[in-house]
């Protein structure tokens, strides 16, 4: 018998925001503030990240988003538990 486990389901409390650790490029204005945009090295505005690879607007205490409301189109398009979120997840070993 061969005994497989069943894919965990994503949910708010157990995102672990592995999609915080893509480069996110600004291609519409959501109003995202100044101190968290950087420059890639094409001269397109991207969001900016720390030296560990995080987004600077994730906040580390509760792994959310600290401008959910002002994040940029890419990540309002990026679906918990979508196809996308589950293989940056498998990179992740999570």
């Not at 480069?23 to 204005?29: A, D, F």
Request: aromatic share 8%; net charge negative; proline share 4%.
């Amino acid at each position: 018998m061969n005994s497989v486990e069943p894919p965990v389901a994503v949910t708010c409390s157990n995102c672990q925001a592995c999609c915080c650790r893509l480069e996110v490029m600004l291609i519409t204005e959501t109003g995202v503030p100044k101190v968290y945009i950087a420059k890639d090295n094409w001269g397109g505005e991207v969001m900016r990240r720390l030296d560990d690879g995080w987004c600077a607007a994730l906040d580390r205490d509760t792994m959310m988003c600290s401008i959910y409301e002002l994040r940029p189109l890419i990540c309002r398009e990026f679906e918990m538990a979508e196809y996308e979120c589950v293989s940056e997840r498998e990179a992740f070993g999570i």
